[in-house]
T-cell receptor, first 112, second 108 residues
């Protein structure tokens, strides 16, 4: 257990509304990640962070923004949710050294 | 695109060894091979990783060929709880690219 929590765990929202997902870790790891997973696909990287206020884009970053104002929290924001953003979102952290990642339980987001 | 190729699905009898192959013919010298599994809709779980040498831990063994172009994850005595999607990832950085993995079904 890497001490990762995600909130909310489930959310249903309407198209066009803003949505923020939170990832919280308890162990001060430097690297944090947001992935999405859709049926028939592996996980795809949205954004990641390598320190407070240091973030970068992943493979599928369009329509998403992130913020990391303190080590333990990494926020993913959908400024105006679309149905194509219906997905399961996973947060992960990386320990130092050999790049191992540990994943949170996921947030299931449905945009109607 | 993922740097690895895995069979989409495999079956294994309970109690037998499950051998999951992964091809990574373009691997670079400083890149590791990582294995994760995802049980149902849970977050992926780290299993094992290696650079050149074979590795073993309490969950599995990882066999990497001498030319490093392929590897095999071995679950020595598969149980029903090992039914999952297994992902092989090659990386030399803190960024991963996931493929679609191998869906392993352990049969009673």
């Amino acid at each position: 257990d890497a001490g990762i929590t995600q909130s909310p765990r489930h959310k249903v929202t309407e198209t066009g509304t803003p949505v923020t997902l939170r990832c919280h870790q308890t162990e001060n790891h430097r690297y944090m990640y947001w992935y999405r997973q859709d049926p028939g696909h592996g996980l795809r990287l949205i954004h990641y962070s390598y320190g407070v206020k240091d973030t970068d884009k992943g493979e599928v970053s369009d329509g998403y923004s992130v913020s990391r104002s303190k080590t333990e929290d990494f926020l993913l924001t959908l400024e105006s949710a679309t149905s194509s953003q219906t997905s399961v979102y996973f947060c992960a952290i990386a320990t130092s050294g050999d790049y191992e990642q540990y994943f949170g339980p996921g947030t299931r987001l449905t945009v109607t | 695109d993922a740097k690895t190729t895995q069979p989409p699905s495999m079956d294994c009898a309970e109690g037998r060894a499950a051998n999951l192959p992964c091809n990574h013919s373009t691997i670079s010298g400083n890149e590791y091979v990582y294995w994760y599994r995802q049980i149902h809709s849970q977050g992926p779980q780290y299993i094992i990783h290696g650079l050149k040498n074979n590795e073993t831990n309490e969950m599995a063994s990882l066999i990497i060929t001498e030319d490093r172009k392929s590897s095999t994850l071995i679950l020595p005595h598969a149980t029903l709880r090992d039914t999952a999607v297994y992902y092989c990832i090659v990386t030399g950085t803190y960024k991963y690219i996931f493929g679609t993995g191998t869906r392993l079904k352990v049969l009673a």
